[in-house]
């Protein structure tokens, strides 16, 4: 019988055998550095700190489940990806990975530019003082008055994603008597070695313009020709949780020649190319992803060989990372509930949070760690699944991973790399409240988002009556 024709559903036939999982550390209590925040550690009872803050105390406080955002990494990410590209490049947090107004400000007091793709993400930023013209603005299908919002308010760029979003933004950019700076957003055909779901660069999907067949060509021709519009450059994004630099060698390779096809068509050299985000990072210890400055050399590289082979002025880069900014630098805390062993299988372990804390799992069929956190054991490992609380066979916080043997209902436990998408992503499913986001400085902690309150009774509703 095959697994998608298992009885009980495909999930239930989702057994791994023996060697499909790493082999556990030598040690479970050692906290690899790759995966936690950098002032993530162990203080002398063993229980996990950070900024020397220990969880016991961030739990009574907090809670949990909830997540926990060291600021000092935080903004150690932003200085080295600014320092990696220099001023004659931009670097452009994604604000969907995580917004919030403090990190708003952290943005701002570090130099960086934000990416944001939607109305409230906008207003997050102009709220918390991030200067309109430090604002790039993304979105497949922008509203009027998301567009009429980000015009107004001055954003530095509007990235057109679509033929009918490039008459849009120059109609609402005339009325306002405004000449709107924008890119355009291609679509190049590279195939980036990520999920189906979090892939974006190949044709059929729904971002952008396609080179193929000459669309991105005729977007471009439509927008040097609109009074209202300042075309500055192109943009292409193949995709998330990317090592492989191939594909934006490809990809980079793509846009330069649709750069030259418009100084030829145009006598026009647009002066500047987004090369997205999408860079990866270390979910496991397994993962190996590069540092900013490796980034910073290898795309600019690839765009200066592929400029002089074109015989263009090299553009201005633009890069977004935001996972692999915001990604390692939280873990979410969760309190053990129920352990359930299957014999010749693995443990079950319940928390009290899920997937309506972390989708990514049960979405992308994301890996992640966990750590025992409380305190430190030297029991036998066993191999675990950490699960959620809610009503699905598919509420998995972490698939497969080896905890200590004596893990007892109680025991908190953490799973590190979660500041990215988790709390965006985060739902009331079940009418679980949405966790907090708590960071500060080191020696001190405050909500960043704060747990969804309790919701009111509801009120009867007859014949569309609220009674």
């Known amino acids: 019988m095959s697994r998608s024709a298992h009885p009980a559903g495909p999930r239930h036939a989702d057994v791994l055998t023996e060697g499909h999982y790493s082999a556990p550390a030598a040690d479970l209590n050692v906290l690899d550095e790759k995966v936690w925040a950098r002032t993530v550690t162990r203080d002398a009872d063993g229980a996990l700190t950070v900024g020397g803050i220990a969880v016991a105390r961030l739990a009574e406080e907090f809670g949990t489940p909830a997540y926990f955002l060291d600021e000092s990494d935080f903004r150690a ?67 009027v008055a998301e567009i009429e919002k980000a015009v107004q308010a001055g954003v530095g760029r509007i990235v057109l994603d679509s033929f009918q979003e490039i008459v849009r933004v120059a109609h609402i950019a005339r009325g306002h008597g405004v000449r709107q700076r924008v890119q355009i957003r291609v679509t190049v055909g590279v195939e980036a070695h990520t ?8 044709e059929d999907q729904k971002f952008g313009i396609a080179l193929a067949d000459g669309q991105a060509a005729e ?17 292409s994004h ?25 100084r030829d068509e145009h006598g026009v050299e647009l002066p500047e190319i987004d090369l997205g985000g999408g860079l990866g990072i270390a979910y496991t210890s397994e993962d190996d992803p590069r540092e900013p400055h490796e980034i ?23 890069v977004e990372p935001g996972r692999a900014i915001v990604g390692p630098t939280a873990f979410t805390l969760y309190e053990v509930g129920t352990i359930k062993p299957l014999e010749g299988l693995r443990t079950y372990v319940s928390v009290d949070g899920g997937m309506s804390d972390n ?3 049960a979405l992308y069929d994301a890996e992640y760690s966990v750590a025992l956190v409380s305190r430190t054991s030297d029991a036998e490992p066993m191999l675990v699944r950490v699960v959620g609380k809610h009503c699905e066979s598919g509420d998995i916080v972490v698939k497969d991973a080896f905890l200590p043997a004596d893990l007892a ?26 966790p907090p986001v708590v960071g500060g400085p080191a020696g001190a902690a405050g909500p960043h988002r704060r747990r969804d309150a309790r919701a009111a009774k509801p009120r009867l509703v007859l014949g569309g009556v609220n009674k």
């Open 296 to 318: 910073a050399k290898a795309l600019s590289d690839i765009v200066t060989r592929e400029c002089e082979a074109a015989k263009l002025r090299t553009p201005r880069i633009s």
């Open 195 to 202: 999920h189906e779901f979090i892939a974006t660069a190949h």
């Open 409 to 434: 209902p109680g025991d908190l436990i953490a799973v590190p790399a979660t500041g990215a998408y988790c709390r965006s992503m985060a739902s009331n499913y079940n009418h679980a409240l949405r």
């Open 77 to 143: 990410r932003c200085r080295a990806w600014a320092d990696a590209f220099g001023p004659d490049a931009d670097v452009f947090y994604a604000g969907k990975a995580f917004l919030s107004r403090a990190v708003v400000r952290w943005l701002k007091e570090e130099g960086l530019n934000l990416d944001v793709c939607s109305g409230g993400e906008l207003t997050t930023a102009l709220d918390a003082g991030m200067p309109a013209e430090r604002i790039a603005f993304h979105g497949n299908n922008k509203t």
């Open 359 to 361: 989708i990514r799992t």
């Open 238 to 262: 193949i995709g998330s949780q990317i090592f492989d630099m191939a594909g934006f060698e490809v990809s980079a390779r793509r846009v330069v020649q649709l750069l030259a096809e418009v």
């Open 219 to 235: 977007a471009v021709r439509r927008a040097l020709g609109l009074d209202s519009l300042e075309l500055i450059g192109i943009h």
